[in-house]
Each structure stands twice: as structure tokens, then as C-alpha cells.
């Protein structure tokens, strides 16, 4: 049996520099992970099985995404079982910890777990370029998640170059209770480039650029706004913005107690939080 963490996806900063014809934008992101997240159990069965447990196992069944047909999960298994002709059964479990169409990489972290538990159970290389190639059409941020290292995406995201990461820094994810569509937000952009991501450290880079899909999210959701309000104000925090395409948001602390006390002050408003760190 594996056992695979697939770790919540942040974007440090994500400016959207063009639209392009086939659907997709060019853009510039900086990829991190927390050190915690949803857990893929993988084994060899008799006969294949997906099974959803954990704190958002209903959500993710209500939704879109749970018919095999749908699901990453599975669409990375039968990828993965053409690429390298694996004839075997397999049982899998996600344990799904990490609220649904959240922007932190849900689905697409679950299925890059996926294609690294199969590389283990059946003794492909991480590093194999096929597996990059599945990861790449099963979804633009699923190839970042398949690496789990701090990047500078650009492209569609797909093009990743590893920059130094902050580990270990405190890390509070809070989620006010909605859902936002990814294509609704990309379609509220305001289809001006603003700019590229600034060089110089992580941090520093960070703090210097922005998240383009802030501005139309909050428009669908104007909750999103009073979470930044309350972690911009949290003592301790360098870094708060918004992740991916929302709803979820994020800061970084100076100190364990302060994310902490940013977390009660967050979960007290009945907002879902998650205490963590870099990874």
C-alpha cells in the first residue's frame, strides 16, 4: 500500500499577462506548497476501486469531478495505464482534507499524487518524462504539483523553473465557506497586462507582485475581501493575498503563535482554516 500526500498548492503571486486563442492564458506564477494537504492510499486490487473519505468527501461527491470519467484521480490512472501498459487492478482512497474549488490545487494535486503513487507501486522513475507529459494534459497546474517544489510557472503554468523556497515558514489557509468557478474568474479579468513578476528572493517577490484573479473574485464573492481584511491585519503576518482563483486565502507569519492567533480569530467567523507551513 502507498501512501501519497498530495499538498495544498499556493500561488505566491499570479499575474495574468494575455488571453490566448485556445482558451488558455499566458501567465506568470509562483508556485509553493504547504506541508499539508489531501492523502492518496493506493494498493494493487482485484478489481478497481475509488473510494472518498474525509472532511469534504460530500462536497467533492455533490459536485463535479466524482464520475470516473471525471475525476482526476481516474483520468490519472487510466493516463498512467495506457502510458506504461500496467494491466493491474488498483484500489484508491482520497482522503479529501482541503475544501472543493478552492484555488489551492485540489484536483489537480490529488491527481499528480496519483501519477507519483503509481510511479512507486509499479517502479517508474519520478522522474520519467511520461509521467510530465500526462501531468501536462490532465491540467495546467497539475504538472507543478507533480514536481511539489517552489517554481516560477510561466506559460499556462506548465513551464517550471525551481527557485529557492522559504521552508518551514508559517503558513494560515482560510477559506470563508464558498465556491468560485474558475472560468468565471479568468473571464472577469480585466484583460490588461500589468507587468511581469519582479526578480529577487521568494519573499521579496512575492510581496512585490500581486494576484491578477483577486479583483474578479471578489467581485463574485465579496467574502473574499473581509478575509483579506482580517488577515492584512493579523500581527505577524508578511504576506496575505488570495491563492489561485480563489476563494481561499492565504498569509505568511513571522512566528508559529502568530498564525495561530490569525487562525482562531478566522475560525471564530466560522471560516475554514488550515495551521501549516511551507513545504
Known amino acids: 500500500m502507498i501512501l501519497e500526500p498530495a499538498p495544498a498548492k499556493i500561488n505566491l503571486a499570479l499575474h495574468i499577462r494575455a488571453r490566448r486563442a485556445d482558451g488558455y492564458h499566458e501567465l506568470e506564477t509562483l508556485f509553493a506548497f504547504a506541508e499539508d494537504g489531501d492523502l492518496i492510499t493506493l494498493a494493487e486490487a482485484e ?7 474525509g472532511p469534504f468527501a460530500d462536497a467533492l461527491k455533490a459536485g463535479e469531478g466524482c464520475h470516473p470519467t471525471d475525476n482526476l484521480v481516474i483520468r490519472a490512472l487510466h493516463a498512467f495505464r495506457t ?3 500496467v494491466t493491474a487492478h488498483h484500489a484508491i482512497t482520497l482522503t479529501k482534507n482541503l475544501p472543493v474549488a478552492s484555488g489551492i490545487g485540489g ?5 499528480a499524487a496519483t501519477l507519483r503513487a503509481l510511479a512507486t507501486l509499479h517502479a517508474v522513475p519520478a522522474k520519467d518524462p511520461k509521467l510530465v507529459t500526462i501531468a501536462e494534459r490532465l ?3 497539475v504538472p507543478a504539483c507533480l514536481l511539489g517544489e517552489t517554481t516560477l510557472g510561466t506559460g499556462i503554468g506548465t513551464a517550471l523553473t525551481a527557485i529557492g523556497g522559504a521552508r518551514g515558514t ?4 482560510v477559506n470563508p465557506g464558498v465556491a468560485v468557478s474558475t472560468a468565471a474568474v479568468f473571464a472577469g479579468w480585466h484583460g490588461e497586462d500589468l507587468g511581469p513578476i519582479p526578480d529577487g528572493s521568494l519573499l521579496d517577490r512575492a510581496r512585490a507582485a500581486r494576484n491578477d484573479l483577486e479583483p474578479p473574485a471578489r467581485a463574485i464573492a465579496p467574502v473574499i475581501g473581509e478575509v483579506r481584511a482580517l488577515l492584512d491585519a493579523a500581527p505577524g503576518a508578511v504576506l496575505s493575498r488570495m491563492s489561485g482563483s480563489g476563494a481561499t486565502c492565504f ?5 508559529i503563535g502568530a498564525r495561530d492567533a490569525a487562525g482562531r480569530t478566522a475560525a471564530a467567523r466560522g471560516w475554514w482554516t ?5 513545504n
Do not use: H, N, R, V
Not at 47 to 53: E, G, K
Not at 107 to 111: I, R
Open 47 to 53: 478489481q478497481d476501486s475509488f473510494t472518498i473519505t
Open 83 to 85: 502510458a506504461f501498459a
Open 107 to 111: 484536483g489537480s494535486a490529488d491527481a
Open 139 to 141: 491540467g495546467a497546474d
Open 170 to 173: 508559517p503558513l494560515l489557509l
Open 251 to 255: 498569509a505568511l507569519f513571522d512566528s
Open 274 to 278: 488550515l495551521a501549516t507551513a511551507l
